[in-house]
């Protein structure tokens, strides 16, 4: 049995090997293919945090009604907290919040005038999803102020919201077609590496080989071609990262790169990479053994 | 009572895609053990009915049999096991380019499932009784016609089959290496394999005297006992 596997393995292995030319090709539109896929997947990933971390920017305000007392306002913030896409609630006595307005408008805010500032909470968002509903569910409580109603920004909140939607379609429907047309080019390769050693299929054929035996290499060569491909495409992306990390060392402001998640990048491209190369090879046998 | 044919062809009907008739009604019994030479213009059907046998051809319509096996009952995944009852020598030679005489031949045993050591010890005992163990080193390029055609017939015979089958062996080959082809066909033959050549090397066939089933125009003209 082991003698068995070894004859298949080197059979394809040194059908790689004698069809440099058409491995080569294989291996690199793959690998490109696979390349702008991660690529585009790592952008997404970046874009997606920054637009996690936009969520914590946004916040709302919520008024209460006058002479709420503060075990009562304590409890009210509890509630708020344990709301879905809540990350955090301050609450802002409406005697410090005087006193800022003072600070930031002292010719606007007369002095002697009477505090005309109810108490208020801010409201700080951990998603912008639930934006809308948190802002109901706050108004809704009997201790907010009905004719006060919560300020956020809801339109840039909306705006946002929808950038990060066209991203997610963007990369979806990106990544769908660059999957698509590295199967085409694996089943491409595979076809013109079967049509290439037709001769020997026939030979294998005809001595009494089975199908299996016969099949299996070139299953193996479009997987190991697709396993490269990946293999590649991580190293491109590495570099790439690399490349740019080096580049905006310049500008302090912009920050640091993320680390190239190497391990999980090649786990993923060279495994999509190998599936794509097995079923892409399967798929190009089809035909040609058939006929 | 009538021992069963080895290999029976019942009215036979094969029509290529191009609507060419390939044979027409063709009913034919072989012993096992027999010599039979398929002889006939290009065209006749001399090779459709040997790849009937070995399945490279599909028949339209009638019954071909093996040993008693309907041989449209194979399919593409159990082909294998009939292809080993049979040892195949194609007109085109079919040598790998890269490789040896013995890698050739390695090579066909590897891929029916022998082992290395099978393979060791297999391949100079085919390549000694096909006469051609001393171009072992060779590549086919380096082979002359008859040399080629020992080597084909040699992997044919990886699996000791009890029949086989050469497709104008003779066709390439001048009057002394047709006949020495001939003769290693005969030899074969005489230690119990059933051998079918589609020939239509007439001069060739005359110096052995052996059956002959005469083709035209895909039916049987003449079926002479040898």
Known sequence: MVDRIAFIFVEALQAMRRNVTMSIAAISTCGLALFLLGGISLVYVALDSWGQSLSGKFEMRAYLKDGVKPPEISKVAGEIRSMPGVKAV???????AWEREKVKYPKEVSQGLENPLPDAFKIVLSDLNQADAVEQSVQRLPQMDPQNPIQYLKAEQELVE????????????????????????????????VFSRRKEARIMRLVGASLFTVRVPYMIEGTLHGLAGGALACFLLWACQLSLQNRLEAFTALGQLPPFPAGAAFLVLGGIGALYGFLASWIALWVPMRS | MPARPYIEYRDVHVVYSNGVKGLDGVSLQIQRGEFVFFVGETGAGKSTLLKLLSREEHHCEGEVRLDGQELSDFSEYNLHRLRRQMGVAPQDYDL?????????????????????????????????????????????SQLSGGEKQRVVIGRALINEPPLLLADEPTGNLDAAQSEEIMRLLADLNARGTTVLVASHDLPTMEKFSKRIVCLERGKIKEDLGG
Do not use: C
């Open chain 1, 90 to 96: 301050f609450w802002i006595p409406r005697d410090k």
């Open chain 1, 162 to 193: 929808q950038s990060r939607s066209f991203l997610r379609w963007l990369a979806g429907s990106l990544g769908a077609l660059l999957l698509l047309t590295a199967g085409v080019l694996i089943y491409n390769a595979i076809r013109m590496t």
């Open chain 2, 96 to 140: 790998l380019p890269n490789k040896t005489v013995w890698e050739n031949v390695a090579y066909a045993l590897r891929a029916v499932g022998r082992s290395r050591r099978e393979v060791f010890d297999r391949v100079p005992k085919i390549l000694l009784q096909v006469n051609v163990a001393h171009r072992a080193d060779a590549f086919p």
